[in-house]
């Protein structure tokens, strides 16, 4: 990896935050329980992170990173779990994480269904899709495998990653994938 800078910052904002340059909307999707929250967390700078959840339901965590000497900021959003801001979650979104636990298959499965939703939502943009493994410290509950992710991940065209949020395990990896990703789809539309 390239060298690496990053500073967090803490913040809960409107869901209407308006879309500046370099500056892009990251959605966590999946089941109730896989992780969601203890990952928007991390990705916003645990110690940092100012989470609002009773007072100010829509969660969002920005993150400031240095990734291949340039700056970007992420605003990360944990709003799926509120099945009123689903639709808006996947017009809002520059980037998703789908998101499943490893040691819970039902989750998992889930994941088809939601790339459908979101492809729908979106037809005509190629937007940058992750799905993400996480709990991956649990091996002995494990209930899927490294391999079916990746074959998953495979047939959806989405690239595959795991993480143990428990840990911090791959997560700082994991959002500068997203930036770089991001990146790519931004410059291939410039052409
Ligand atoms: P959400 O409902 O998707 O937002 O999930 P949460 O972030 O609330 O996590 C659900 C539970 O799983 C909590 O008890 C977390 O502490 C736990 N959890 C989240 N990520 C991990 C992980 O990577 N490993 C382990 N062992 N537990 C995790």
């Known amino acids: 990896w390239p060298s690496v800078h990053s500073g967090s910052s803490?913040?809960?904002?409107?869901?209407?935050s308006i879309s500046?340059?370099?500056v892009y909307?990251?959605?966590?999707?999946?089941?109730s329980g896989v992780g969601k929250t203890t990952l928007a967390g991390?990705?916003?700078?645990?110690?940092?992170?100012?989470h609002h959840?009773?007072?100010q339901p829509e969660a969002t965590y920005?993150?400031?990173?240095l990734v291949d000497g340039e700056k970007t900021t992420l605003m990360v959003y944990d709003i799926w779990d509120q099945s009123w801001m689903q639709n808006n979650c996947l017009q809002m979104g520059d980037a998703f994480l789908l998101i499943f636990s490893v040691t819970d298959r039902s989750s998992f499965q889930r994941l088809p269904g939601l790339l459908l939703q979101l492809r729908a939502a979106r037809p005509h943009r190629r937007i940058p899709i992750i799905l993400v493994g996480n709990k991956?410290?649990?091996a002995?509950?494990?209930?899927?495998?490294?391999e079916e992710g990746c074959s998953l991940a495979g047939m959806l065209s989405c690239k595959y990653t795991e993480t143990s949020a428990a840990l911090h395990h791959n997560t700082q990896e994991l959002l500068e994938g997203v930036v770089r990703q991001i990146r790519l789809c931004r410059d291939e539309g410039e052409h």
């Open 62 to 65: 920005e993150r400031n990173l």
């Open 42 to 50: 991390i990705f916003g700078g645990a110690e940092d992170t100012f």
């Open 25 to 31: 909307k990251v959605m966590l999707l999946g089941d």
């Open 10 to 16: 803490d913040s809960v904002r409107s869901s209407e």
């Open 20 to 22: 500046e340059p370099g």
């Open 136 to 138: 991956g410290d649990l």
């Open 53 to 55: 959840e009773a007072e």
């Open 140 to 146: 002995r509950s494990r209930e899927v495998s490294v």
